[in-house]
């Protein structure tokens, strides 16, 4: 792929090496991750004898009520997938329970070290009451459920084949690297839960928690929506992130035009791997109910679902036109 711009043209390279691709990782790790979350670069063993692991980094979600640690692991689609990334997340899923203490050792060691996330947490616990860093650590590596990110630079289906298998929630960030003529890098990714964050921020602050999402809205030509999502009690094909799916519980339907408007609402009984696509198929725990239309606004104020959208029961149930879900 090539990407040209004003200043030159741009044209794809495969990183020169892992170092390499991971200094790049970290030198954008704020755009990549986005405010309120922070990349914490150290690789130190974990756990001990075959079962021992090193993380590439970790990262801390404080961009929530709740918040979130994630292990990272920074690959080559190049090498072998299920050796570099199936066997050795399966082994630190293992020893991240095994070995807690020692992980929250080495998190406090090494946010101490930084002045930006160690004043970011200990403000975050004061706020949401917890007694301080060490009592926060406590919580994310004893009380949250194990969950990774792979940042990779091809995002391919032996990938989607590795992580379908692990019964843990994995993000996947494509972080693609190009060049010009010039020796010049540019750098293409979708940030970490985009899309999730563009839902709860409203004016520049954060107006909903993304524990409050429990429902997914689907664009739904009319043939497919009569098919599938009213004949065969499903929709699949659906881009989700994967630390998402245990939030949702119901999935409404956007009935593209000439009705324009969400129609259908239906309990989600299981969600399950599409193939190796990196998508997923939503199975219906009984047949979607029609509810009161939720019409597409006047021209300029509101948006039609163009991709699946997040958002809660709650604000759908009280919303009578789209603007006022998104």
């Known amino acids: 792929m090539r990407i040209v711009t004003t200043s030159g043209v741009f044209d794809w390279i495969p990183p020169d090496s892992e170092d390499d691709f991971e200094q790049a990782i970290k030198a954008n790790a704020r755009l990549i991750f ?14 001990k004898g075959k079962k021992s692991n090193i993380p590439d980094a970790y990262l801390i979600d404080l961009r929530r009520n709740e918040p979130r640690l994630f292990v990272v692991e920074n690959e080559l689609a190049q090498h072998d997938l299920f050796k570099h990334i199936g066997v050795q997340m399966l082994e630190f899923s293992h020893s991240y329970r095994q070995a807690g203490r020692q992980l ?3 998190l406090f ?47 391919t289906e032996e990938l989607h084949s590795v992580l379908k298998q692990f019964s843990f929630p994995v993000e996947i960030i494509e972080f693609v ?7 010049n890098r540019a750098y293409r990714f979708n940030p970490f839960l985009q899309d999730v964050d563009e839902v709860i921020t409203k004016a520049g602050r954060m107006a909903t928690d993304i524990a409050e999402l429990d429902t997914i809205v689907v664009p739904a030509r009319e043939d497919g929506f009569q098919e599938t999502f009213v004949g065969e009690n499903r929709w699949y094909a659906i881009r989700i992130h994967s630390s998402m799916i245990p939030q949702i519980k119901h999935i409404a339907a956007y009935r593209v035009a000439p009705v ?8 989600v009984s299981r969600i399950i791997p599409w193939q190796d696509t990196g998508k997923y198929c939503l199975e219906f725990a009984e047949p979607a109910q029609e509810i009161g239309s939720i019409k597409l606004d006047q021209p300029g104020k509101g948006k039609a679902p163009q991709s699946p959208r997040y958002t809660s029961m709650n604000k759908l ?7 006022d879900i998104f």
């Open 109 to 155: 060691e090494e946010i101490s070290k930084r002045t930006d996330i160690s004043e970011a947490c200990e403000n975050y616990a004061k706020e949401k009451g917890y007694r301080n860093l060490d009592n926060l650590l406590d919580y994310l590596v004893f009380e949250v459920p194990f969950q990774a990110v792979v940042i990779i630079d091809e995002d």
């Open 177 to 183: 690297t190009y060049q010009d003529g010039d020796g």
């Open 317 to 323: 149930l009280k919303a009578k036109t789209i603007s």
């Open 104 to 106: 929250k050792t080495v």
């Open 34 to 47: 986005g405010e309120g979350r922070y990349y914490i670069d150290c690789k130190r063993r974990i756990g």
């Open 260 to 267: 324009s408007a969400i129609t259908h609402l239906a309990s």
